[in-house]
């Protein structure tokens, strides 16, 4: 049972603890057994059966659990780098997508994308994710928008899951808009959605959620109803893309649902942020999305104090947030939504792991979690993400072993 010693600052982040308090205990030691955690707490408490066990020196350094990106678009074709300079002259989203831009020209390139090609850059991207400390990563289809594409990618998820170190959860979006081709026959597609593609995902468990994107320009109320509901009918979990570019409604459906999520929220309203609060649902900001949009971020602050858990996440995908580094986000997430760091920790630890069903498993560094850390060169969590570099993780431990 190897020991991690010498560290200067632990993370716990237990589950049941409030989102303020991430569990610190300085001058620390972790152990564990195979791929599990059995032992944390200061180093002067070690247990007498563990003194003759192998340690390993963590150097005086904070240790984290392994970090949770529980929203990603990890496979897709291409890239929009155009669309980055016409947001600066002032394109706006939705006036990008009008014209052909956006998630509509990201489908063509995924469309045209092989599995192999689209599984080189998810995991390429995979590798860089696990080096800042990510060791879980839930992954949305909503490139392909046809039966064919959208399995398509959720088979290379499967098998990333089953060659990468880094745990994948794969989430269905196969109503991320309407695909142009369906565009005038709008109900065509949501019987697609309903009748073939969301049974032929559960009947293959290639997903273990359902998103939809409740926006003008996407999804209605009604359209997110009846599809989440055929979701529910096949045993899949709901997530919700909600209130991002407009107070929709989404966030109050997603509570009244019992979504395990509601995401983006930008726009929520007080009646959304009360909903949310009493149905338990997770709130997920994604402040990488609001700096590359130039949006408001989400009001982490309000819904915090009302009783709502924050998680924190990229929102990677090739348009609206192009980046997959999550300690940016987080550090984003304290400086533009007013959360403290031990608020921020959690919500890409704990809180994250609620956000994807894994809050038994993974998320802290508590006896019978799965041994996923990572040790960065910072002594406190405040120095960590007060003194942003472009990466403090100097080793990584995945399910008890050193990657």
Request: aromatic share 6%; net charge negative; charged share 20%.
């Amino acid at each position: 049972m190897p020991v991690l010693v010498n560290i200067s600052q632990l993370a716990t982040c237990p589950p049941g603890n409030p989102q303020q308090d991430a569990g610190l205990i300085d001058h620390a030691a972790v152990a564990w057994n195979g791929d599990t955690v059995s032992w944390v707490g200061p180093q002067s408490d070690l247990p007498a059966e563990f003194t003759d066990e192998p340690e390993i020196d963590a150097g005086n350094r904070l240790v984290i659990p392994g970090l949770i990106d529980c929203h990603t678009h990890l496979c897709f074709g291409g890239w929009r780098g155009d669309e980055f300079q016409w947001r600066l002259e002032g394109a706006s989203y939705q006036e990008i997508a009008a014209s052909g831009g956006g998630i509509a020209s990201t489908v063509g390139a995924t469309r045209a994308s092989s599995p192999e090609e689209l599984g080189r850059k998810a995991l390429m991207a995979l590798d860089a994710m696990l080096a800042l400390g990510v060791t879980t990563v839930e992954c949305k289809s909503g490139y392909g928008l046809d039966y064919e594409n959208e399995l398509k990618q959720l088979e290379v998820y499967r098998r990333l899951d089953q060659e990468h170190a880094v745990d994948l959860v794969p989430t269905f979006l196969g109503a991320h808009i309407i695909p142009p081709e369906y565009r005038d026959r709008r109900e065509d597609y949501i019987r697609l959605l309903c009748e073939e593609l969301i049974p032929a995902v559960a009947e293959r468990d290639l997903a273990r959620f359902c998103d939809i994107f409740i926006e003008a320009g996407a999804y209605t109320l009604d359209e997110a109803r009846a599809v989440l509901g055929a979701a529910t009918h096949h045993g899949l979990k709901l997530k919700v893309h909600a209130d991002q570019l407009s107070n929709g409604g989404g966030a109050l459906l997603a509570a009244e649902l019992g979504a395990v999520s509601a995401e983006h929220l930008e726009y929520i309203s007080n009646e959304g942020i009360d909903a949310l609060a009493s149905s338990g649902t997770v709130a997920v900001s994604l402040p990488l999305a609001s700096l590359y949009l130039s949006e408001p971020y989400l009001p982490a602050r309000k819904l915090l104090d009302a009783g709502v858990p924050v998680a924190v996440a990229t929102d990677f995908n090739p348009g609206s947030a192009p980046s997959f580094h999550l300690p940016l986000a987080m550090t984003l997430a304290c400086i533009n939504q007013s959360m403290t760091p031990q608020e921020t920790l959690n919500g890409a630890t704990a809180i994250a792991a609620r956000a994807v069903s894994l809050q038994n498993s993974r998320g802290s560094l508590m006896p019978g979690f799965v041994a996923d850390l990572a040790i960065i060169d910072a002594p406190t969590l405040n120095q960590w993400l007060y003194h942003f570099v472009p990466n403090a993780c100097t080793e990584v431990l995945k399910a008890g072993h050193w990657i």
